[in-house]
């Protein structure tokens, strides 16, 4: 079992930079690779980038690549996505989850966090 607590949300001007963090708790949170989601208003949730267990490989969708950096701590149990050159198409509540696969599947992620609302002013 692993639960996840985010925060860090708030609102940003455009072309801001934000952290996001994600708080797991369960001693298995090392063996879960870690993804970061998003959902705006009216949308799908959206995949925006994993980070592999050791940390060692990250992968992003194509509408954050260059801006958003994820990284973990092992030792803190933490998950973190760096955000710069915020857009007001970045607004929506961001998720951590979990999985046991490197993927950017959402039904792939076993266990979520309740959310995180980040919002982009023009």
């Known amino acids: 079992q692993v639960q996840l607590v985010e925060s860090g949300g708030g609102l940003v001007q455009a072309g801001g930079s934000l952290r996001l963090s994600c708080a797991a708790s369960?001693?298995?949170?090392?063996?879960?690779?870690m993804g970061w989601f998003r959902q705006a208003p009216g949308k799908e949730r959206e995949f925006v980038g994993g980070?592999?267990?050791?940390?060692?490989?990250?992968f992003y969708a194509d509408s954050v690549k260059g801006r958003f950096t994820i990284s973990r701590d092992n030792a803190k149990n933490m998950v973190y996505l760096q955000m710069a050159s915020l857009k007001p198409e970045d607004t929506a509540v961001y998720y951590c989850?979990?999985?046991?696969?490197?993927?950017?599947?959402?039904?792939?992620?076993?266990?979520w966090g309740q959310g995180t609302q980040v919002t982009v002013s023009s």
């Open positions: 980070i592999s267990w050791s940390g060692g490989n990250t």
């Open positions: 989850a979990a999985s046991e696969y490197r993927t950017n599947r959402a039904h792939d992620y076993d266990y």
């Open positions: 369960g001693r298995t949170f090392s063996s879960y690779a």
